[in-house]
T-cell receptor, first 113, second 111 residues
Framework: DAGITQSPRHKVTETGTPVTLRCHQT?????MYWYRQDPGHGLRLIHY???????DKGEVSDGYSVSRSKTEDFLLTLESATSSQTSVYFC????????????FGEGSWLTVV | TQLLEQSPQFLSIQEGENLTVYCNSS?????LQWYRQEPGEGPVLLVT?????EVKKLKRLTFQFGDARKDSSLHITAAQPGDTGLYLC???????????FGTGTRLQVTL
């Protein structure tokens, strides 16, 4: 299993509060991603990073920000959580080679009430 | 936005039956991957296909990439309860190593 740790694994928060999800990898992979998974939508890319301090938006980036100050850590922040951000969030990593295999973390379940 | 549509969305079959899941797009992909996801876990890669017309076999699973690299199929022979899960196709366009995922096919195999 790829060394990916997501925290917290489960969180309930109130509308309007800030939330930060953390992804930590031990594989020294260049690329890191944050996806959200919702019924009927599959996995949708929120933001991704192609190196330290190098990030870009995915298809559903509104309301989210990210930071990558170290190779091993990729943070996803919801500045002011809304109920529409209730979802399962997956961090993923890739070295950009090996057929572009992407390895996923175990997910973070976020409920915004 | 490149879309990948999977069909069927849900499939419930009995052990021993065969099934095929389809993944279609109007876009061309440089490679296509299939993942399986079990409840409470992240997706796990099953296979990557790169060449148009390519066929790969993984035990009872057969994966095919369309000649035009716009579609793919997953065929399972003699399904078993252990095959139960969410199957996701994902296409790679070569841009910053990003993958576009399909909406998924939820398979249930019963005894």
């Amino acid at each position: 299993d790829a060394g990916i740790t997501q925290s917290p694994r489960h969180k309930v928060t109130e509308t309007g509060t800030p939330v930060t999800l953390r992804c930590h990898q031990t594989e020294n992979h260049r690329y890191m991603y944050w996806y959200r998974q919702d019924p009927g939508h599959g996995l949708r890319l929120i933001h991704y990073s192609y190196g330290v301090k190098d990030t870009d938006k995915g298809e559903v980036s509104d309301g989210y920000s990210v930071s990558r100050s170290k190779t091993e850590d990729f943070l996803l922040t919801l500045e002011s959580a809304t109920s529409s951000q209730t979802s399962v969030y997956f961090c993923a990593i890739s070295d950009g080679r090996s057929g572009n295999t992407i390895y996923f973390g175990e997910g973070s379940w976020l409920t915004v009430v | 936005t490149q879309l990948l549509e999977q069909s069927p969305q849900f499939l419930s079959i009995q052990e021993g039956e065969n099934l095929t899941v389809y993944c279609n797009s109007s876009s061309v992909f440089s490679s296509l991957q299939w993942y399986r996801q079990e409840p409470g876990e992240g997706p796990v890669l099953l296979v990557t296909v790169v060449t148009g017309g390519e066929v790969k076999k993984l035990k009872r699973l057969t994966f095919q990439f369309g000649d035009a690299r716009k579609d793919s199929s997953l065929h399972i022979t003699a399904a078993q309860p252990g095959d139960t899960g969410l199957y996701l196709c994902a296409g790679h366009t070569g841009t910053a190593s990003k993958l576009t995922f399909g909406t998924g096919t939820r398979l249930q195999v019963t005894l």
